[in-house]
């Protein structure tokens, strides 16, 4: 039951925040005016308050566990949204992102994660990948819901609607189904696996740690720079938009796909290698898309599914080379720069398109996500040795 709950919230969490604007944002400025600089940046704004907010949740989940947080993020998601739904003016618009940037701090991956560590100790593994499995599908099922809903009610009422969504559901959800208080520390329960249960002796985590924290921002970054513009770069690729949208799809069931067979196979693989495998696809993915090559189809498949694994590492590395006693706190400090980089990636991203248009673009992400391999490659063989 734990697991659903997340899950079926992670779905709206992510939709009602992160990949709202994919089908609000026209309809926003259309009705509104505003600029759509503005529009777009309160998003940015909602990722940079998320990511100075994280380390606090995290250390907050270490003392009180995730119910209380998780509800929180309910409570503050709802009063961003019925604030932008009501929002007369461009800066009450904003103040309105700070608020949803604040529950997305407390209600989106990394809370979740730490919650279920913080509760399950290494057990927590494969829970981790059931959530991951939920949030795969936020995309898939909250465009078509919220363009349902602007067809029929318009943008302020679809606002509104989430808002009501998050008060009724999410709420109440989080307040009964999660565990109201978390074991003792040293009573966590460890994994199955010997080889799996084994932290980095103390020396080695402070490098393993940066090594982590910069493969997971790299990764954030490209995901984050590609989900705003990819059906830009395609269509500066030649594309009509009809195909790049209907290319642009393969890359959901992909990240599903992935998790899936990560949940049966992953249990026989140490996560950290299970990451290589997931940032050599992206790299695989994104240098197929640079090299201009007519395989756009192939090439997003494998972006999607290096991005479906890279999900589910994000939290079970951290847990299995750091222990579950300090999970919670260090997935809040790991989120902080995640979260920056995502907030600025989309800013640098049209920046490069405006510069050399998809073919630069595609060239620097070709070249950090070759770097992203190295790094990863690099920890793997820190932990093996």
Known sequence: MVIVT??????LAWGSSFYLLGVLALPIAADTGWP???IIGGLSLALLIAGLVSPKVGHAIQLYGGRPILALSSVSMAAGLVLMGLAPTLPVYILAWLLIGLGMASGLYDPAFATLGRQYGQAARRMITGVTLFGGFASTICWP???????????????LC???AHLCAGLPAYLLLLPKRPPPLLSLPAAGSRALSRALPAEKQRIALWLLGAVLTIGAATLSLVSMHLLILLQARGLELAAAVALGTLVGPSQVGARVIELYLGRHYHPVWIMLVGVGLVAAGIM?????LPIVAAALIAYGAGNGISSIVRGTVPLVLFGSNRFAVLIGRLGLPILLAMAAAPTIGALLIDAGGAALTFGVLTLLSVINVGLAAILALCFRR
């Open 36 to 38: 759509s600089a503005g």
């Open 288 to 292: 197929l898309l640079w090299m201009n």
């Open 6 to 11: 997340l899950g079926v919230f992670q779905i």
């Open 145 to 159: 819901v919220t363009a349902f809903l602007l067809e029929r009610v318009g943008w302020r009422w679809a606002c």
């Open 162 to 164: 989430y808002a009501a």
